[in-house]
């Protein structure tokens, strides 16, 4: 038995996480669900503050911030939003949010629907090639899989095809339209499990079997689109465990979004925000101005660069190593050890060897 440091009950051991090397967490399983899922609510209402939007860009969805994504529009992508972990944003992560526009799950999976035309080819005329007998374009073989008779191109769309016709089969079977709010649109739904613990894999990785095969599953399913589903699956670990699908629970999970909601009221003019109490202790790097956080002076890049001491020239260096007899002495004077001189003379091209072995020059007195 151990006793959790954050809800201050005995449990088993089996109830912790392990921990590195031979130990365990000092906060339960629970206890750690709860604080991951806090600190995501958190950084999504983070990027949403800064932005300056808790609804949908597009058709105006505001009821559940479970619901809401970050859709790129402007500019390369290069990271996911959700992957932001910091009590204060970065200057990259603020360039990286404002590239995005704040929509719902509905409206992002209509912009990300897969577009199964063929666009221009162009054909290396130098390499190996042959005619897809479906398109009927004449395409290298690289552009082929191996052992299909068709290419790429060709091969994915006639998967995509497979994949939404088993669908639209499995959606007829679970009558068609969203159990909740009656969305039909066939890219917008989902198969919502009731009970967690009878789930056995889900519907999408199974969609390459057939109907019979998946009839089972399904049966353990309701049908609901993507707002509705992020609306379930929202808290569903601090509610219950064996999550059902009822009026009742739709509502606690409304009243807890109303509690989080209350972080857009601690935003107004006349009232101070959490978000600019911790913006205060935002200062600047003293050597590139970038903005560093608690009591650190410099940024991590200049911290490292200051650190990077040890970079004599090459002659330099020569002249330090010819004058002494091993290069441990040279390590001393340079507050480094030997290793770190033979790095630096084959990074300048300097044998070290054949300057250990002159005579006849009076050594150089190294000061401190």
């Known amino acids: ?135 009927l374009i004449d395409k290298n073989t690289q552009d082929y899989y191996k052992n299909h008779g068709i290419c790429k191109t060709c091969y994915n769309n006639l998967m995509i095809f497979k994949q939404r016709k088993r669908k639209e089969q499995c959606v ?46 399904l049966d353990k399913c309701i049908l609901l689109c993507a707002n509705c589903h992020r609306e379930a699956h929202y808290f569903r670990e601090i509610l219950i465990d064996n999550f059902v699908q009822t009026d009742e629970v739709f509502q606690k999970i409304k009243t807890i979004e109303d509690e989080i909601f209350k972080f857009k009221t601690t935003l107004g003019k006349n009232q101070k925000s959490i978000l600019i109490k911790k913006e205060k202790i935002i200062k600047q790097c003293d050597n590139c101005k970038k903005d560093v956080y608690k009591d650190k002076k410099l940024c991590r890049n200049c911290t490292y660069l200051q650190r990077r001491k040890f970079n004599p020239e090459k002659s330099e260096l020569e002249l330090i190593i010819k004058t002494n007899n091993s290069l441990e002495a040279v390590g001393r004077y340079y507050k480094v050890n030997s290793n770190s001189i033979r790095k630096r003379c084959l990074k300048l091209g300097i044998n070290y060897k054949d300057l250990l072995g002159l005579e006849g020059i009076e050594p150089v007195i190294l000061a401190d």
């Open 172 to 217: 007829i079977y679970k009558g068609g339209e969203c159990c909740k709010c009656g969305e039909t649109e066939l890219p917008l739904l989902d198969f919502h499990h009731l009970n967690l613990k009878e789930k056995e894999t889900g519907i999408s990785k199974m969609v390459s079997k057939s109907f019979l095969g998946i009839k089972a599953e």
């Open 1 to 135: 038995m151990k006793k959790c440091t954050t809800c201050q009950v005995n449990k088993d051991e089996s109830e912790y996480y392990p921990k590195r090397p031979n130990g365990l967490m000092a906060t339960c399983k629970e206890c750690n669900k709860k604080k991951a899922i806090e600190q995501r609510c958190f950084n999504k209402l983070l990027c949403l503050d800064y932005l300056g939007c808790f609804e949908c860009q597009e058709c105006g969805y505001d009821k559940c911030i479970g619901a809401l994504d970050f859709h790129h529009n402007k500019g390369k992508k290069k990271f996911l939003i959700s992957r932001i972990r910091n009590i204060i944003l970065t200057d990259e992560q603020k360039i990286e949010i404002s590239k995005c526009i704040v929509i719902c799950a509905n409206c992002h999976r209509k912009e990300h629907i897969t577009d199964t035309t063929q666009t221009a080819y162009t054909l290396d005329s130098r390499r190996p090639h042959k005619v897809c007998p479906k398109c």
